[in-house]
């Protein structure tokens, strides 16, 4: 690949785990009433017909790794378990009261955070809770994300007993001083012992998380990160870039310079011959940034082209609604996206007085469905259509033009009723679908709101 491209297309843009992205939302259309009849309206229409997914966020971390951005406290005392289970069973139960039936649950993810900064003892009480008024699907599928330092083969085996037939570990590096700097040390033969004992206790699919531009990572880091990860061939591999946002308050990013870096080039390298790798030895990307096996689930739904994106990244199969308990969480009727506070303080309140915890949000509109869907379509089959009228909108002839320049450098394919990205254009996808973003297109912020794209 051309380093011209790289420096031409590396600009701040949206990861697109929803649409319109979170920046976007137009908060002044949203209450807390029209997200409860969005609720009601999206489960009547898909509950028996596809089920729901849950995500759990779980917040709790026992040190800060500086790499991270997502919503968490640090504490050792474990203590806090219980009553934060307590406030999310809480909230579950504040949902069912919504429901005219009970729930089918096809997905449900633990993430964080640390989710097995919890006790097996208490996962199990919340996953027991969660479905003494619920049912699975019949194709269900449970996930957690597990940090190779602390999980015991007790929280591995309690949980696929509950249910749980996916894991993913995050490994990030390999190299010392890049652990150093990002405060994850953490050796392979940690990663190597969670990796086999999932897979002895009989875990479908074992993921590992693998970060690229990390600060003094070397092309020649990642590269031993991969080979080490060869010798344990996890069934999916989460191969991506490192956002850097520190001006997001409190995620811990502030830790190292700018300048300790990788160059934008250095990125596109270390995902190129990182990508190479892993194809040489089996396995496929799919979608944006995640890779797997043929044998793996996630392979399968992007052959049958079922593979779905939301707030809990690519999974293997679509829920109209994905409901989010916990801290900061965000929930997705389809038709309205609901995030809850952002602060353990106020989900305790708001949890006390038998309220939603949630704080903002936005309401789709017939535009916004329709751009959602293209940009679905193009994170996950690196395709979309307008070939039917309902998916054509007042702008698609300007959206065009903005991408003739991506089509003249062989990014893109557009006929005459589609659009379809070409093998050189995959690490661009987010590029091509910030031209559909009609939000971002109309309303460009005077101050950096995303990571990167390179």
Not at 160 to 182: C, H, M, P, W
Not at 242 to 250: E, L
Not at 409 to 416: C, F, P, Q, V, Y
């Amino acid at each position: 690949m051309k380093t011209s491209l790289v420096t031409k297309y590396n600009v701040a843009g949206p990861r697109y785990t929803s649409y319109p992205t979170v920046p976007y939302w137009n908060l002044s259309t949203f209450s807390k009433g029209r997200w409860e009849d969005s609720v009601i309206q999206a489960f009547s229409e898909s509950n028996t017909s596809e089920g729901i997914s849950i995500y759990i966020h779980l917040p709790f971390c026992e040190s800060l790794c500086t790499f991270c951005g997502c919503n968490k406290r640090i504490t050792k005392r474990h203590d806090v378990e219980l009553p934060y289970i307590d406030q999310l069973l809480k909230e579950w139960s504040l949902y069912l009261e919504l429901f005219d039936s009970r729930p089918i649950i096809k997905e449900l993810h633990l993430g964080g955070g640390t989710p097995t900064f919890f006790s097996p003892r208490n996962l199990t009480k919340l996953i027991q809770g969660i479905f003494k008024d619920a049912d699975r699907a019949p194709e269900w599928e449970f996930s957690f994300e597990g940090h190779p330092n602390n999980t015991t083969k007790d929280h591995l085996q309690t949980l696929f007993d509950l249910g749980f037939k996916r894991v993913s570990f995050g490994v990030q590096d390999y190299n010392e001083t890049v652990q150093k700097a990002i405060h994850r040390i953490q050796p392979f033969e940690n990663v190597k012992q969670v990796t086999e004992w999932a897979r002895e206790i009989g875990y479908t699919s074992v993921g590992h998380d693998i970060i690229f531009g990390l600060p003094f990572q070397t092309l020649e880091d990642v590269l031993y990160t991969i080979k080490r990860t060869q010798e344990l061939m996890p069934d999916r591999i989460a191969f991506y870039s490192y956002a850097h946002v520190p001006w997001i308050k409190g995620n811990g990013q502030r830790g190292f310079k700018d300048g300790d870096l990788p160059a934008p080039e250095t990125k596109r390298s270390q995902y190129e011959m990182g990508k190479d790798l892993l194809q040489q030895v089996g396995y496929t990307e799919i979608g944006m940034d995640h890779f797997a096996l043929p044998s793996d689930g996630l392979y399968e739904s992007m052959v049958t082209k079922k593979l779905h994106r939301n707030f809990m990244g690519y999974t293997a199969s679509k829920t109209q609604m994905m409901i989010g308990l916990g801290v900061s969480a965000i929930s997705d009727s389809w038709y309205g996206f609901a995030q809850n506070v952002k602060t353990l303080e106020e989900y305790q309140e708001l949890i006390k007085e038998g309220k939603l915890p949630v704080f903002r949000g936005h309401m789709l509109n017939e535009e916004d469905l329709i751009i959602r869907k293209h940009i679905l379509n193009l994170m996950c089959h690196q395709e979309t259509s307008w070939e039917n009228p309902n998916q054509k909108f007042k702008e698609l002839q300007s959206t065009l033009a903005k991408l003739s320049e991506m089509e003249k450098d062989e990014l893109i394919s557009i006929e005459a009723n589609g659009l379809k990205i070409t093998e050189k254009g995959r690490p661009f996808v987010r590029n091509v679908c910030m031209a559909f973003d009609l939000l971002l297109q109309r309303k460009q912020a005077d101050k950096q709101l995303f990571s990167m794209t390179v």
